[in-house]
Structure formats: C-alpha cells, structure tokens
C-alpha cells in the first residue's frame, strides 16, 4: 500500500486493483487441468471470505481515501513539501536484500542514480567484488545461476569478477556448472549476458562473434550494454531530498518516509511521527489523527480480541446412493476413425470420450495419447488395467476412457489436442477407434433433483469401485436463513463448501449445478518458491505441502435450498486410496481457512 498511497500523493487519480477477490471455475470452464479455485490468498479469498488482517488493512486505507475525497478533488496537485527527520539507529531496519535482488538493464538517468551506480573492490589476484552505491554491503554474485543478482558481501570466489578488455565480458571468477546443455556435467566461467529486452542473466562464457550479446562496457562507475545501464531490480531513480517529505491537500496530509532503509522521526505540525524506512501516513490535518499508516498492519478489533477461530460447522451427508456407469456408454456415437481427436467430436460440451477398439495379443496394455493432460482409464473386455497388468493371449475388446480436463490458459490454437492416438499390446497395434460420448448419466442427468433415479442403497459399493455416481443430500442449519426457492446472495463472512478428502477424481453438483472438476492428488512442492516465480525473488511461497491442491469447493449459495439440498459426484477413479465417504461432508466456514 505503500507505493499505492505515494501515487496519489503525487496526484495519481485513478488505479486499477487486479485481482483484489479470488474466485472458482465452474462446469468445464478451469483451465489447465482440474483445480477449480483460482487466488485464494487475496483479499477476499475464492470463498468469498476476507483474508484478515489483508481486507482490513486495504479497507482502512480506501475508506481514509473516501473520507477526504472532497479534498482531493478540490485541490490542485500538490507540490512536495521536504521536511526534516531524524534517523533511528537502533532499530532493525526492514530491507527489500533479505531475498535476492536480480540486475536488469535500464536507461541510464542524467544523474548520478545509486541503483546505477557501481563501486569496484580489488581483490589481491586482480579480480574485484562489484556493489551497488545504494547499499555498498550487497555484492554481486553467482550463487543464483540463472541471473546476476546481489547477496551480502563476503569475499568468497562467488563475488569475484574480471573484465576481458578485448571482448568487454564480465567474468565469473568461480568457475560453476555450465548452462548451455551441450555443456552439461561441466564447469564453466560465467558471463553477464543479455537474453532480450531488460533481462540479464549469467551464461556460458562464449567466444568469437557469439560474444556480442555479453559486451558489457565498464565506463567509470557505470555498467552499460547497447545504450542501456545495469540497474538493481524494481528500483526506480532514487528520490532527491531528505528523505522525509509531505504533501497537502486540504486537511489531508501524506506524510512520507521514502528512504530505502532508514528508519527517521518526524515533527510534523506538532506531531512526532516514526516512520521506518519506505512508509507514508496520512494525517487528518484537523484533528492530527493518523488515518491510514502504510507500516501498521493490525487485525480488525473482533479478531484481536477473539482467542480462537470461529470453529467449523460440519453438515453431515445423509440419504446416500450410487449407480454404476456402463463401460463404453455413449448416446452419441461415431463410426470407425483413424486417431479421432478428442475436443473435435465433443467440442468441451463433456469431458469424456469413450475410444472402443480390438486388439489380439498379450502382456500389457499401452496407450499412446494425443496432446497435454489428457488422462485415460482402460478397460480389457469389461475389466479396468493398468500399464502393469499382464493381459493373456487372445482377441481383446478394448474401452478406454479419455478425459479432457480443460485446456491451457494460454497457447490454445488449432494445434490443441486432447485424446487417444493409438494403442499397442505386445507386437500389435492399433490408431481405429469408434468413439462415444454423454455418458450414461450424464445422458440421463442423474445429477438433477428433478429426475429421480433409482439410487442403489449404498451399502452395496466397493470402496475401490470405479466409475460410479454417488448421491447424498444435506439441510442448512437453521441458525442461516435460505429462501425456500433458493437464489439468495451469500451472507457476509459465511461461505459453504463441500470437503472432498475422502474422494480420488471426478465432478460434482449441487442441486443440478456442476460446481466443477475435483483431483485429489497430493501437490508436491519442491523449492522454496511456488509458482509463477520470476528471477530469484519469492512472490509465494509453498503451502499445505504433502495434501491435495484442493480439497475445499465452493457452493454458490444462490443455489442453496433449505433442506434436501442434493450433492452428486461422478468418480471416474480410486487410483489415489480407497474411497472414503464418511470424510466427504459440508461445511461451512466464517474464516479464511488455513491452509499451512
């Protein structure tokens, strides 16, 4: 918020808050295969509850905004008013160096910029450490293979450099393993390098006229490459000035503190302010009252004042019942075809296509699919294999299950293809399928309420029985009111979701509805940093290691009934664990659940 409330001191009037509520792809509409929640971790997370104290802190900072609107509309830009401070040396400074800091390319400033600026310490052999003047103990270092980036200087081989003055590299002293894949299980020095644009990374050291786009000119106390300077990181020209500033409007002061890694006090207008590095508050000019503090970030007072969450209320499932699908079941059906592509017939209107086949032969069943994420399951003559199942000799009827599960985000195009391009057992193989698809419930819509099925007691099904539907139904407490006719908007701070953990893989609807695509597969995490990570820096960082990506789905509550509300699941597989349905239950939640 810091960065937020500068720009509209500076007279920023409009800024646009991307993604400030998570949210949930319904039906077939997830990309890239399966998880239906997307950001659960902003403000207001994908079950519509607030991410506490994150919602108070910005809901603080936008009301401040909102109660001084009419002074802000009604005077001009306010000019920077320096003020005097005083540093505070004893107080553990906060530093955007505890992770670290990549080098890029920027244009080079018309004055002397600390970020771009570049002190050079001779080491005994003719080598020479390289730091930043806007923080002289950080050096640059090969410890982040990948790109140049800064760590605290400690004299060691990874922060020594030379400069091969005919061919203007910048060389690694310490020789590290080599990144060009010719290269690999070698060591190799390593060169500033330019990839395009303003990206910097650390390459191979190259010769002859593969150099160029590693000539970096050291000129004075500046690093340059075609025009353009090498910059710490998401720093922009450092601000000229004291360091502590204000800007008025009205009787809204922003008061700030925009050094790097100083902490200062400040009297302002009778005040006494302490401020630690890169904060701005903003005063009430009336009353001297601080409306909105960048570098205090509290809970809202009925969570201070609460020794426990809120517990969980769980709705147990009741009046449960299955129906086994038909292997190979489809109302629409296409003849004999040659790697029949998979969303070609469907068009995403079903996940499922059944490819049904002959095949003579023994050992074990393979097949080859078309295209990313498409997952199958294949049945010999009725019976569900795997890769490791030994089929006798003979002539086989074979039906296999392709699932779609959604497409990419990005990078669809007419190359996008999903499904089974061919099949092999032993030294036989086959690419003619027959296809079919909606399946058997799906066809008779076993998931609506309307419709009435002849559920099965489900004291009949197999824990490890695939490719089955499952039937419950629950009430709402009666503590939250539910129109009859359903079609209310979610209460505030109540979200209802269904806990799938005793499931494996497959879809879900609430009263017709189908709220999505459900994997129980446990997430792995390896490395520090989840992704997307860009560079060295850790935007996000793992969490529920070793459980499933998701296991908490969202039920819009406009679909909500209050009672007889009737949840049903198509489980395509048990590949994960036995089925366990005593832990698949409703919940409902009054807090951002924890998912450490």
Request: hydrophobic share 35%; proline share 6%.
């Amino acid at each position: 918020m810091y960065g937020l409330a500068r720009f509209f001191a500076y007279g920023g009037s409009y800024h646009n808050s991307y993604m400030l509520t998570g949210g949930n792809n319904y039906v077939l509409k997830a990309g890239g295969e399966v998880v239906t929640a997307f950001a659960p971790d902003t403000v207001i997370d994908n079950l519509l509850l607030r991410h506490e104290p994150r919602f108070s802190f910005y809901q603080k900072f936008f009301l401040a905004m909102q109660g001084f609107a009419n002074d802000l509309m009604s005077h001009p830009i306010a000019r920077a008013i320096p003020l005097n401070g005083t540093t505070v040396h004893d107080h553990p400074q906060r530093s955007r160096y505890n992770d670290p800091v990549e080098l890029s390319l920027t244009s080079c400033y018309q004055y002397p910029e600390p970020h771009q600026t570049w002190t050079q310490k001779s080491n005994a052999d003719g080598s020479f450490s390289l730091s930043p003047a806007s923080n002289p103990s950080m050096c640059v270092t090969t410890s982040v293979l990948a790109h140049p980036t800064l760590a605290n200087c400690d004299g060691q081989d990874d922060q020594s450099w030379t400069v091969n003055t005919t061919t203007h590299q910048i060389i690694s002293k310490k020789m590290e393993p080599c990144r060009m894949p010719a290269n690999k299980g070698k060591k190799c020095h390593l060169c500033f390098d330019n990839s395009g644009g303003s990206s910097m990374d650390l390459w191979d050291c190259k010769s002859g006229s593969a150099t160029t786009n590693q000539e970096f000119a050291i000129d004075g106390k500046l690093i340059e490459y075609d025009g353009q300077c090498v910059t710490v990181s998401g720093s922009g020209p450092s601000p000229q000035g004291s360091g502590v500033e204000a800007h008025i409007y009205g009787n809204l002061a922003f008061v700030s503190n925009y050094l790097e890694f100083t902490t200062m006090t400040i009297d302002f207008k009778g005040h006494s302010l302490y401020m630690p590095n890169e904060t701005i508050v903003m005063m009430n000019m009336s009353s001297g009252e601080i409306v909105f503090n960048s570098s205090v970030v509290t809970p809202p007072m009925e969570m201070a004042n609460r020794e426990t969450e809120t517990p969980v209320q769980e709705i147990e499932l009741t009046n449960w019942g299955y129906l086994a699908e038909e292997v190979g079941y489809g109302s629409i059906t296409h003849g004999m075809t040659t790697s029949p592509e998979q969303l070609n017939i469907t068009d995403n209107d079903s996940d499922y296509l059944w490819y049904m086949g002959k095949i003579s032969g023994k050992g074990n069943l393979k097949v080859q699919g078309m295209g990313d994420g498409t997952m199958t399951y294949s049945y010999v003559n009725g019976k569900l294999v795997n890769s490791s199942t030994m089929i006798e000799d003979g002539d086989h009827d074979v039906d296999i299950l392709s699932v779609a599960m959604g497409l990419y985000n990005g990078g669809v195009g007419p190359t996008s293809v999903k499904g089974v391009k061919s099949i092999s057992l032993g030294n036989s193989n086959t690419a003619d399928f027959k296809t079919a698809w909606m399946n058997k419930g799906e066809t008779e819509e076993y998931f609506n309420p309307a419709n009435k099925p002849a559920w099965m007691p489900i004291s009949g099904l197999k824990s490890d029985a695939a490719l089955v539907w499952m039937k419950a139904t629950f009430d709402m407490p009666k503590d939250i009111v539910v129109p009859s006719g359903g079609g209310a908007a979610q209460p505030n701070q109540t979200a209802v979701v269904l806990d799938l953990s005793g499931l494996n893989k497959g879809a879900v609807y609430v009263n017709g509805f189908n709220i999505g695509r459900y994997y129980l597969i446990v997430g792995q995490c390896e490395g520090e940093c989840a992704p997307p990570q860009h560079g060295s820096h850790c935007f996000i960082h793992w969490k529920g290691c070793g459980r499933p990506t998701q296991h908490l789905y969202h039920i819009p509550f406009h679909l909500l009934l209050p009672t007889d509300n009737q949840v049903v699941m198509f489980e395509e597989s048990t590949m994960l664990h036995p089925r366990d349905l005593t832990a698949v239950k409703v919940n409902i939640l009054h807090d951002h659940p924890d998912f450490d």
